[in-house]
């Protein structure tokens, strides 16, 4: 319905102006005319004059036309209801007494969402009851797009309830929904359920599964459980194989916060094995399926390919070229310069007579190590050092650095590989230091941490190992870590002002991993225990740096990812290198990474040719769900395709037992100038909405003194009378 009405927004002095000019324009009309002996010409002329000031008086007065807009339909209150995976929460009356009668929250707010509540106001507004957060099971929940849903498809708004635990995790923020309300003047009515503090419970929030292990080597697989539980205890956590092994580990959890452990498996079959961790329920806890994770894991045969380049046989070459041959997952490489004999040294079948040629030969190597050796004669040229830092940044191959008392290392800082280097050198001391009594390394907080460094199976056996290994009478010249490196272990004793001289340090470089090795004394670690630390220190290494590498490999394709073990929701780097039939690097190319997802939904992504001579390319993807993806690399220049599979960890965004957020109820509420009410007291709140005062009818005015017609009219009638004088000759 609408009413048109006119009027004048005059003012005394516009009135009196209009007055005075309507008198001056006919006095002057009338002077004129009578001066023309009454020309009819004249007449009309004249005529046109006073049309013209009298139509500028007209709008000089600001006229205006309002038309009022009054709703013909009955005003609407939204109430919305959320339908998430959290509102199954039973926590309702937690704080009470008696914990017999707890509700979820889903139940104590299904009185709202019965239309006979609302029968008080239901003959005077439509009621619209509507659920929002059952999408994809009830596993997010989005409270902009529900709120701004309820304005933008009921145009007589009046009020909207809603009944929620306040917890969104999809879509904008909700207080920009209830900005837009608010420019509208229409209230939130909030209705928050739940608790503020989170249920007793235990949570397994990680079970860091590697995506692939080895036949016959011992797999540590870390896991993390967060108690809300008010006292410490002990449980035994078991891990069930799909083969039927059961592997069960007591642990101490912590109230109130994480505990993080470790369960050591060694597998004895080739074969896809889904591993089953479960934390035992504790009698006060309240929520029981977050309580196990599940997992794959590929055990498989192993063969790296080793490469060491030397250039004299000393001591800890030896050893190491003894632990890896030794080592049935290596197949060893040797390639020992010896600048003082004509030819390379060899000896067995290890010994290879030249470093290899071509990137179709390196780019076999899983792990190259660089023990003294440097850019000089009768070692390492440009070109070669090229190819090795090629081999690095697009192969996702390992390089370790194993100066030595010649110093030959130091000329690497001329070469290509010196941004790989993860160490500063002093080049006033390139031969390194010595000392007449041993000194030892000292693992900083990060080694304590890691695999590399794990010689014992306890965290405490492993430090007691650290400091009872025999120690070192030399070390390379190093002045301190450069930026972006980790150190796992530093010098004991010597320090300079940078700190600790550092010796164990390790880098990631474009797709691989670099290791320096600050002593030469490892091969001592053997004396009075044989091979125990000695091979489990470079096998660990090996391994730990050839593991992205080899997650997934076909005849002409190699697939990996980073990171290597995947969040739900974050950003996959995914990377593939790809080679032509005939070996060689594939330049350019069209490789596609498909990923199918559990729920079976499919997504593409095209992947970008780095434009160098290694055959790599790379894309990022980003997960929407957790689980098992399998991806299918496909290349249609050498018509290949690989199959592999990608294990997302994360749980759902909504999780059953966390705390209610009433901050957020309160926020919504507050900026719409609504209220929150208690799904207690339901009559308070029908009678609030009832109270609501009604919005003003929509108005709108057309303001003729300023409208572009006037304004052409007024040029028009002017044109013309300026027209009319020039043709009765007054021009």
């Known amino acids: ?71 013909a339909e009955q005003p609407t209150v939204v109430i919305l209801g959320d339908q998430s995976r959290s509102m199954t929460t039973q926590d309702v009356g937690l704080g009470s007494e008696s ?51 309820a304005r933008t498809e009921h145009e007589n708004l009046r009020a909207v309830v809603l009944a929620s635990d306040g917890d969104w995790n999809d879509g904008l923020p909700p207080v920009q929904a209830a900005m837009r309300l608010r420019l509208e003047r229409i209230p939130i009515f909030a209705v928050p359920v739940g608790s503020e503090t989170r249920l007793p419970d235990l949570d397994l929030i990680s079970f860091d599964v590697p995506t692939f292990g080895i036949v016959g080597k011992t797999v540590r697989i870390p896991f993390t459980i967060e108690s809300s539980l008010p006292r410490d205890h002990v449980a035994q956590v078991e891990m069930k194989v799909s083969d039927g092994t059961s592997i069960k580990h007591q642990i101490r959890v912590a109230a109130m916060g994480r505990t993080s452990d470790a369960i050591l498996w060694k597998p004895e079959n080739v074969a896809d094995y889904t591993l089953t961790l479960t934390v035992p329920t504790h009698p006060e806890e309240r929520i029981k399926d977050n309580n196990f994770r599940e997992t794959p894991i590929a055990i498989r045969e192993e063969k790296l390919k080793v490469l060491v380049v030397e250039s004299l046989p000393r001591w800890e070459y030896r050893y190491l070229r003894n632990a890896l041959s030794r080592d049935p997952g290596v197949e060893l490489h040797c390639l ?52 090795l830092k090629g081999l690095v940044e697009q192969q996702a191959s390992g390089l370790v650095f194993m100066p030595g008392m010649k110093g030959n290392l130091l000329s690497l800082n001329e070469s290509p590989l010196s941004t790989l280097i993860p160490v500063v050198f002093d080049p006033a001391q390139p031969m390194g230091w010595g000392s007449r009594t041993p000194s030892h390394f000292a693992l900083t907080e990060l ?12 965290q405490d056996e492993n430090m007691q190992v ?22 796992l272990a530093v010098h004991q004793e010597s320090s300079n002002e940078y700190g600790r001289i550092p010796l164990l340090v390790t880098r990631t470089f474009g797709a691989g991993k670099v290791l320096f090795m600050g002593t030469d004394a490892a091969w001592r670690w053997r004396r009075g225990v044989e091979d125990i630390y000695h091979y489990r220190f470079w096998g660990q290494v090996v391994r730990w740096m050839a593991y992205r590498r080899n997650m997934a490999e076909g005849e002409l394709m190699r697939f990996y990812y980073s990171p290597e073990l995947p969040q739900i929701r974050q950003t996959i780097a995914v990377s593939a290198n790809v080679m032509e039939k005939n070996g060689e690097p594939l330049s350019k190319g069209l490789v596609t990474a498909r990923f199918v997802a559990p729920s079976g939904r499919t997504e593409t992504v095209a992947m970008a040719s780095s434009g160098s001579e290694w055959g790599a390319f790379a894309g990022v993807f980003t997960p929407a769900e957790p689980g098992t993806y399998q991806v299918i690399l496909r290349c249609k220049e050498n018509g290949s395709e690989l199959t592999t599979s990608l294990f997302v960890q994360g749980a759902t965004l909504e999780q059953v037992g966390k705390p209610a957020r009433f901050e957020v109820m309160q926020e919504l509420s507050r900026v719409t100038e609504g209220r929150v009410a208690n799904v207690a007291d339901l009559s308070q709140l029908i009678k609030d909405i009832q109270d609501v005062p009604e919005p003003p009818n929509e108005i709108r005015r057309v303001q003729l003194w300023s409208h572009p ?23």
């Open 466 to 487: 650290w400091e009872s290994l025999p120690g070192f009478q030399w070390h390379a010249p190093v002045i301190r870590a450069k930026a972006g490196a980790d150190v």
């Open 1 to 71: 319905m609408s009413e048109t009405s006119f009027g004048f927004q005059w003012t005394t002095l516009s009135l009196l102006i209009s007055v005075l000019a309507v008198a001056g324009v006919c006095a002057l009309s009338w002077y004129t005319w009578r001066r023309s002996g009454f020309r009819r010409s004249v007449f009309f002329l004249e005529l046109l004059r006073i049309a013209i000031v009298g139509f500028a008086v007209f709008l000089l007065n600001q006229p205006e036309t309002v038309q009022e807009f009054k709703p």
């Open 447 to 458: 080694g304590r941490r890691s695999l590399l460094t794990k010689l014992a199976d306890t």
């Open 709 to 731: 017609l006037s304004a052409a009219t007024l040029i028009l009638l002017l044109g013309l009378f300026w027209v009319g004088r020039k043709v009765i000759g007054l021009i």
């Open 336 to 387: 020992l310069f010896h600048p003082g004999l004509e030819k390379v040294g060899g000896g067995n079948r290890d010994y290879i007579q030249e470093f290899p040629e071509g990137l179709e030969e390196l780019s076999q190597y899983d792990v190259v190590f660089l023990g003294d050796v440097g850019l000089n004669d009768k070692q390492l040229t440009e070109e070669q050092c090229r190819l």
């Open 99 to 149: 914990s017999a009668g707890l509700l979820t929250r889903q139940q104590a707010i299904e009185s709202l969402l019965d239309e006979e509540t609302w029968n008080d106001i239901s003959e005077h507004m439509e009621v619209v009851i509507s659920g929002f957060g059952a999408d994809d099971s009830g596993s997010r929940s989005n409270l902009y797009e529900a709120i701004d849903k």
